[in-house]
């Protein structure tokens, strides 16, 4: 089994994470298990869960199910904006339904500014960082505004912020902001969930260059960028395919290329996190 290769977290240099993780939603029950499963099976070692997504006992029954030691699988999971103010003890029920010890990384999943309770989920992830409950504390969907007032209000930085990031919508400022506070950017719906991305020439054109299929010359181009891409695939060879992009590199005029795919109005739902709520 070859499993998925590993990077240093800034945050952390201690630690390693891998390269491309696997996203979860919206797989559940039985079909959901064996799918988790078959991505550890292929050799994703890190898994993106949420509270949101009714789907953590999956993720812990696959990762028992797979016999792969506890310590060798990076879990993920986030906090809703319903509980941003119990954020501690909502980590404690994501162990209790998970069955585990502690977490590898636990995010608070949308700011929802307009409640404006997200800097008391951030103080009480600390805790529960400082409890041994979770290794790494982060978010997702913040904008500069948000990650700047966390961290100057607790001295902590996130070790990652999740966002939406495929070549429609390729987030060059927030990837600069990430970068220069020495976050991990995370992307959400990596692929930009199929459709007609694949057929757009920049993304054919470098996959017939490197006998790549187009999934996964989108995926380098988010590991040339530096960014860690989250892929869902319920079926177990483009989970191999997928995972197998971490070692593709892209020349820098395909990576422009595919950036120019951007535009302004490039998210798949308008969830602009200054106004999207989700709790
Ligand atoms: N933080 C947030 O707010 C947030 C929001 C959205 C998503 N997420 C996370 O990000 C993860 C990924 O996002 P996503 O599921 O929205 O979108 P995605 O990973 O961009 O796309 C998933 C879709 O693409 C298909 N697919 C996967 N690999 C493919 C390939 N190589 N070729 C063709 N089709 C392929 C999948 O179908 P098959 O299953 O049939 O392969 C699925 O329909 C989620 O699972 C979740 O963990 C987070």
Not at 260 to 266: H, N
């Given at each position: 089994m070859s499993v998925a290769p590993t990077r240093t977290l800034s945050?952390?240099?201690?630690t390693e994470v891998p390269v491309i993780g696997f996203g979860t939603y919206p797989l559940r029950g039985s079909e959901g298990v064996a799918a988790i499963a078959s991505a550890l099976e292929v050799g994703y070692r890190f898994v993106d869960t949420a509270v949101?997504?009714?789907n953590e006992r999956e993720v812990a029954e696959a990762v028992k199910a797979s016999?792969?030691?506890?310590?060798?699988v990076w879990l993920q999971t986030k906090v809703p904006g319903r509980d941003h103010t119990g954020a501690r003890r909502c980590v404690e029920t994501s162990l209790q339904v998970m069955d585990?010890?502690?977490?590898d990384s636990v995010v608070i999943?949308?700011?929802?500014p307009s409640r404006d309770e997200y800097l008391t989920a951030w103080e009480q992830l600390v805790e529960a960082r400082e409890a041994g409950l979770v290794r790494h504390i982060g978010v997702s969907n913040f904008t500069a505004a948000h990650l700047d007032r966390v961290v100057e209000a607790t001295g902590v930085t996130p070790f990652a912020n999740q966002i939406e990031l495929h070549p429609y919508f390729p987030q060059e400022q927030m990837r600069a902001v990430d970068a220069e506070r020495g976050i991990l950017t995370q992307s959400w719906s990596p692929i930009a969930r199929g459709g007609d991305l694949f057929e757009k020439q920049a993304v054919v054109a470098a996959a017939e260059a490197h006998d790549l299929t187009p999934g996964q010359v989108v995926l380098a181009w988010h590991v040339a960028l530096g960014a860690m891409p989250l892929p869902k695939s319920a079926d177990a060879q483009r989970q191999r395919d997928n995972l197998a992009a971490a070692s593709v590199q892209l020349g820098e005029d395909e990576v422009a290329a595919i950036t120019?795919?951007?535009?302004?109005?490039?998210r798949l739902f308008d969830a602009d996190p200054d106004h999207h709520e989700e709790l």
């Open positions: 945050t952390d240099p201690g949101n997504y009714r016999g792969i030691a506890r310590e060798d585990l010890d502690y977490l999943h949308w700011p929802n120019a795919l951007g535009r302004a109005d490039g």
